[in-house]
């Protein structure tokens, strides 16, 4: 599902101090605190000399804040990567540094006395597309932490491209350029442990201590988390959920799904969210959806493509920019704000009802069809 672009514009960011992006759109604003998890028990790859693996978090929780404060979108070291990484990747003259130097995400201030967060939220694990930092997703994630889920993006040593850690030194991922198959299955497996040994340790209160210093060190329940991801990270998802039995829902935004499940097949939840493909549909998702036993959704999404599922209509929208001209081809003509809508709405539904244990209602039962007239469904079951 990804392809070659050529592209010939210039992005032009009109703001010289920094754009903001919509406040999210739920019941709630949310914090986001940063910080990091470490494995003692596998090592990070990208690492020459044998160095624990480190993941570095995002954590949105959802707040009541009347106001909120600008914060950077992404570390200038890792927005100063990414666009050179994608002019390479998709073959486009566009440099897309400015647009993730300038971004600013509206959150709860820090001071503890200026907001509640809603500590007992299910929370959802998000993983990226292979290769793609966290912080490409930090909009949607705080547009679904707003809705009452505490939202944890993560990069993955030796996949994430470039990782900026919070004492500001920064690791390149050192992974084959152009995976096949198996490769992309490796990274799965890798990806699937991280999950788990985040699930650990939502039970260890030093750990959480240390990750959410405000929060304090106390532990986090594990029986309403669900994992959620886009492109590779949506495969994850899958293979995490096959792997732990903690991992009540599974969403998987546009990813091929490589390596297999076990031999039972999956009877957790999956919701599979499809670019607009028109006549064809992926094989590696026909080959997966017989081994998919419990309530399973498979949707197209009319005016998207592969990487319309990441932060990046959004921002190009917020910094000024027309989304419907030559970014089209990209990243789908889709309105960005129509996308996060949809999105959202169908996470909310898929992953409340995961938690609860009854997946189903009318929007994912197709009985609203006129609410968003870009989902059609390819396939479903059991719901
Ligand atoms: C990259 O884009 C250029 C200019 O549009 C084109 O000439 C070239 O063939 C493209 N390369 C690849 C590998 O697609
Ligand atoms: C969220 O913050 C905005 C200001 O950015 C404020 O107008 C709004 O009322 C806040 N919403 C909630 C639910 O706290
Ligand atoms: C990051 O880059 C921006 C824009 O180039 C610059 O204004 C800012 O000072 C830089 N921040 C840091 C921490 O270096
Ligand atoms: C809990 O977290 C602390 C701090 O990261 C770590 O030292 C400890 O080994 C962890 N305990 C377990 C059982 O993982
Ligand atoms: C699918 O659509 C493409 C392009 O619209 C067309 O070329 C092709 O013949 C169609 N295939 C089938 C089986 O309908
Ligand atoms: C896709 O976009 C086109 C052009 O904006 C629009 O006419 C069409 O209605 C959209 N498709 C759907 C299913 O919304």
């Keep these: 599902m990804q392809s070659m672009l050529s592209i010939v514009f210039l992005l032009l960011i009109k703001t010289t101090t920094g754009y903001l ?22 090592n990070d790859p990208s690492v020459a000399t044998p160095t624990p693996r480190t993941l570095v978090l995002s954590v949105f929780q959802p707040a009541k804040c009347a106001t909120t404060v600008p914060v950077t979108y992404m570390p200038n070291t890792t927005a100063e990567f990414q666009g050179p990484y994608l002019q390479q990747q998709f073959n486009i003259s566009a440099n897309f540094t400015p647009l993730f130097l300038e971004a600013r995400l509206p959150v709860c201030p820090k001071a503890p006395s200026s907001c509640s967060p809603l500590d007992d939220g299910p929370i959802l694990l998000f993983s990226g597309g292979w290769n793609i930092p966290r912080l490409y997703y930090n909009v949607l994630a705080s547009a679904i932490a707003s809705e009452g889920f505490t939202v944890i993006t993560i990069d993955h040593p030796g996949d994430t491209n470039i990782i900026t850690y919070p004492d500001g030194h920064a690791v390149i991922g050192d992974g084959p350029g152009n995976p096949d198959g198996d490769e992309y299955a490796q990274y799965t497996y890798a990806r699937a442990a991280d999950a788990s040994f985040i699930i650990d340790q939502l039970s260890n209160a030093t750990a959480m201590g240390g990750l959410l210093p405000q929060r304090g060190p106390r532990q986090f329940p594990t029986n309403r988390v669900a994992m959620m991801g886009h492109s590779l990270g949506g495969a994850t998802s899958i293979h995490a959920a096959g792997q732990d039995t903690r991992i009540r829902g599974a969403i998987d935004w546009d990813g091929s799904f490589f390596g297999s499940l076990p031999p039972s097949g999956l009877s957790t939840p999956v919701l599979l969210v499809s670019e607009e493909l028109g006549n064809v549909t992926d094989p590696t998702w026909d080959a997966l959806w017989p081994q998919l036993k419990g309530p399973k959704l498979w949707l197209e999404v009319a005016n998207t493509t592969h990487m319309s599922f990441s932060d990046a209509l959004v921002l190009l929208q917020a910094s000024g920019q027309d989304t419907t001209g030559a970014f089209a081809d990209l990243l789908g003509s889709i309105a960005p704000a129509e996308l996060v809508r949809l999105l959202v709405a169908y996470t909310t539904a898929w992953m409340n009802g995961a938690v609860r244990g009854k997946v189903g209602g009318p929007l994912l039962q197709g009985k609203e069809p006129r609410r968003f007239p870009e989902v059609k469904t390819v396939s479903s079951s059991n719901l």
């Design 21 to 42: 992006v919509p406040d999210p759109p739920g019941e709630y604003n949310v914090t986001l605190t940063v910080g990091t998890l470490t494995d003692y028990t596998r």
